[in-house]
């Protein structure tokens, strides 16, 4: 099974800035990883497959980068609404397939 | 537009059943793979189970092997998830969502609102 790490656990941004959330697989997925954002009460909206490709009518402030192990999403100036958890989620060794634990992104 | 609408959640005892559907819309359902995904209140997300688009290959987590079952039909646009032997930490909400393509590893576009199942005495 390939375990996806997530860091930081908890990411204080204030609105305006940037922020870089980390995702590590413990083996190569290639490109096969996606992005999801989740606000409470809602299901996980995917922002990112691929690696990098923007899901569709999702903001360009959104980006993905990364392959292998390692990933990282940005967000380059963060609105009121992106305050959310974040999860990313390997499809390129299954079964089964593997979410991270999550990015909490809160309000400094 | 696509729609996925789960139900059939609910409270249960331990050691009970419980099925849950997922009727799908707005897309050709029986063009894409199936798949279950739970999340324990406050915690993440754990894919339990996928079937392909026609219903003949299907995967579950070792966590559901052998209690739950995954299955379709397809004629109904209708996803299933039969749950057998509940456990406690069973208790989440279930979410269905669309597979990318027929059948393989994938993410997930499109998911539907969830369905809280609680397995409690």
């Known amino acids: 099974e390939v375990v996806m790490t997530q860091s930081p656990a908890t990411l204080s941004v204030s609105p305006g800035e940037r922020a870089t959330l980390s995702c590590r697989a413990s083996q190569s997925v290639g490109s096969n990883l996606g992005w999801y954002q989740q606000k409470p009460g809602q299901a996980p909206r995917l922002l990112i497959y691929g690696a990098s490709t923007r899901a569709t009518g999702i903001p360009a402030r959104f980006s993905g980068s990364g392959s292998g192990t390692e990933f990282t999403l940005t967000i380059s100036s963060l609105q009121s609404e992106d305050f959310a958890v974040y999860y990313c989620?390997?499809?390129?060794?299954?079964?089964?397939?593997?979410f991270g634990g999550g990015t909490k992104v809160e309000i400094k | 537009e696509v729609q996925l609408l789960e139900s059939g959640g609910g409270l249960v005892q331990p050691g009970g059943s419980l099925r849950l559907s997922c009727a799908a819309s707005g897309f050709t359902f029986d063009s894409y793979a199936m798949s279950w995904v739970r999340q324990t209140p406050g915690t993440g997300l754990e894919w339990i189970s996928a079937?392909?688009?026609?219903?003949?290959?299907?995967y579950h987590a070792d966590s559901v092997q052998g209690r739950f079952t995954i299955s379709r039909d397809n004629s109904k646009n209708t996803l299933y998830l039969q749950m057998n032997s509940l456990r406690a930490e069973d208790t989440a909400i279930y979410y269905c969502?669309?597979?990318?393509w027929g059948w393989g590893g994938s993410f997930f576009a499109y998911w539907g609102q969830g369905a809280l199942v609680t397995v409690s005495s």
């Open positions: 079937v392909s688009s026609g219903g003949s290959s299907t």
């Open positions: 989620q390997q499809y390129n060794n299954w079964p089964p397939l593997t």
């Open positions: 969502a669309r597979g990318s």
